[in-house]
């Protein structure tokens, strides 16, 4: 049992061949509950290593939210399927990964029967998620991703400070939304942003948003087209 956390059972099992300085990793697996993590990969070099791999993950989201007394997230299933690599100074990871059946919060917005699936590209500088189809507020949503530095904190200023950091997080992001309710999105933001619930609107609604931002996502300009 983990401090703080509910009692929860896990195995996990591995098939391998150790060959000077290699491993090689025929299979493995893992289960917690009903999520599970399978896969196979190498490892070469253990002075310097050097990992590859093929993954494939599936993740009871309510399952593991009540396992962590997070409150935010009800139910929801997380998926990912792609490939690895991994040394001392670098990081790569190339797959497909979807959400599906969502029920929950984001940073104060609350969904619900939400979806979202795209295929994602990341390494130690960049975060690159193309092709986003979903449902969102009971319609229907496509866009795309892309942040630079995505590994770098936000800039924390100090008073008489001149010092300004030579890696800077960048990024944009569009989206395009059909069918969107208008009641369901004032549900969500409702508690965000109050006054939304005082408006008397229904129906539904298509629309654009570009979003781009450096630094941090809080104070991203957006350009919004109804």
């Known amino acids: 049992r983990i401090r703080d956390y509910r009692p929860f059972a ?37 002075k310097q290593p050097k990992i590859t791999l093929t993954y494939d ?27 690895g690599y991994w040394d001392l100074s670098k990081f790569s990871s190339v797959g497909k990964a979807s959400i599906a059946d969502f029920d929950g919060k ?16 990341i390494t130690s500088e ?24 995505w590994l770098v904190p936000p800039a924390i200023s100090h008073q008489g400070s001149s010092h300004k950091l ?12 059909n069918n969107v309710s208008v009641e369901d ?12 619930r005082r408006l008397n609107m229904a129906g539904d609604g298509d629309g654009d948003v570009q979003l781009r931002w450096k630094g941090e996502l809080q104070k991203a300009s957006a350009d919004l087209t109804l």
Request: aromatic fraction near 8%; charge should be neutral; proline fraction near 2%.
């Open 166 to 177: 030579e890696l800077e997080q960048q990024g944009t992001s569009r989206f395009q939304f």
């Open 185 to 196: 999105v004032i549900a969500g933001f409702g508690s965000r942003v109050p006054v939304l």
């Open 106 to 121: 984001f940073d104060s917005v609350a969904v619900t029967h939400a979806s979202v699936s795209s295929p994602y590209n």
């Open 10 to 46: 896990w195995m996990a099992q591995a098939q391998f061949t150790l060959s000077g300085q290699s491993l090689q990793i025929k299979s493995f697996s893992g289960h917690l509950g009903r999520s599970q993590l399978s896969g196979s990969g190498r490892i070469d070099n253990f």
């Open 126 to 149: 960049r975060l690159t998620l193309s092709k986003i189809e979903g449902r969102l507020f009971g319609g229907l949503v496509k866009g795309d991703v892309d942040v630079a530095n």
């Open 57 to 83: 993950v599936n993740v009871d989201m309510g399952e593991l939210a009540a396992i962590a007394h997070d409150h935010d997230v009800r139910r929801g299933t997380f998926q990912a399927t792609g490939q």
